[in-house]
């Protein structure tokens, strides 16, 4: 139980926390984001937990499914992730047959990544059901109203949500 020294003591270490009300901050947004998020990924997450993977090895295999022969360094770029991060996951999506991994024909130094037939079903299998959400939620809205929810969630990644990474001389 702390002393009225210890709160006197950190009180003098903590800065002063400012009042945060409403109007300065965008709670229901903010949890409307986390909602909406955890909804989104909760199917994935169940078929993942299926076969031992977690949300990393979606990222990876949804990538590389969605642009085939990108090199380590593009994804890397696309997942603003060390090298040492995606190392591991890479290795078990490889060894598991998931993913495949070949030299550039330009640059020996390139690592081309590939989805196999299995990568291929099952980035399949986690994106249907997250496009059934989106499909169901956009069913609500107009047309215009749609085209604004994509312009709004590519101004939340910073204008950039589809980076197009150059092509890497190494890896």
Known sequence: ??????????????PEMPVI??????????ELFFFAYRDFISD????????????AHHRVVYFVSR?????VADLLTILRITKQSL??????LIDSGYI?????????????????LAGRELALALSEPQ?????????TLKPEMREGVKLFLQAMAGG???PDPSDSETD
Request: cysteine-free; proline content about 7%; charged content about 35%.
């Open 1 to 14: 139980m702390p002393t009225q020294s210890m709160a006197r003591a950190a009180k003098k270490l903590l």
């Open 21 to 30: 009300d409403d109007k300065t901050i965008d709670f229901e947004t903010i």
């Open 44 to 55: 994935p997450d169940e078929i993942l937990a299926k076969i031992g993977y977690g949300r």
């Open 67 to 71: 642009r085939p022969g990108m090199t």
């Open 87 to 92: 190392a591991r996951v890479l290795k078990e």
């Open 100 to 116: 495949r991994q070949m030299t550039g024909p330009a640059d020996r130094r390139q690592r081309r990544l590939y989805p196999t």
């Open 131 to 139: 496009s059934q959400r989106i499909a169901q939620a956009f069913e």
């Open 160 to 162: 950039s949500a589809r």
